[in-house]
């Protein structure tokens, strides 16, 4: 445990959006490009797994199967039939959260993980991170996330728009 104060959410998001700055088009939708992203956001992953839980504490270690952290990723960019079911970005982050967060890839810190994975993610699609956002608000959706209280993508991708626009508007 660290004596000094855990860094705040924005400066974590900060780091993270300097950290694996890429020029990949993350709004393509080619096969190759999105092997890519899936590569690229699992790696992010297993990241800011390890970071959240050095700086907030936790079980670090391996995670409990790799293949399951780029399975969940992976499922936010699935098609059926050409079709994309989660097309909007908001859309694709609350698959991001909800697969790392209920799908529990890592030994700890899954929550901290799944919302990290989505932030960073809408990063890259042109929503940088809000300048501030209610920490008890978060903490609390998470957790909702998690306990299976929280499962619709939409609802999810909807609390996501809210806390980065501070609107209650729905999301694009």
Not at 134 to 153: M, T
Request: net charge negative; with cysteine.
């Amino acid at each position: 445990m660290h004596d000094e104060a855990p860094p705040e959410l924005s400066d974590l998001l900060d780091q993270i959006a300097f950290f694996l700055a890429q020029p990949l088009d993350f709004t393509s939708t080619d096969p190759e490009t999105t092997e890519t992203k899936v590569r690229i956001l699992t790696a992010a992953a297993f990241y800011f797994n390890m970071l959240s839980v050095r700086e907030f504490g936790g079980r670090l270690g391996a995670p409990r199967d790799h293949g399951l952290v780029e399975q969940v990723v992976a499922a936010a960019f699935q098609t059926f039939g050409g079709v994309d079911p989660h097309p909007g970005p908001f859309d694709k982050a609350a698959m991001l959260l909800r697969g790392i967060t209920q799908g529990h890839p890592f030994n700890d810190g899954n929550k901290r993980t799944g919302f990290l994975v989505a932030a960073y993610f809408l990063e890259l699609m042109g929503y940088p991170s809000p300048d501030t956002l209610p920490v008890d608000a978060v903490v609390a959706f998470c957790l909702a996330v998690s306990a299976g209280d929280l499962r619709d993508v939409e609802a999810i991708a909807e609390k996501l728009w809210q806390f980065w626009s501070g609107d209650s508007e729905p999301a694009p």
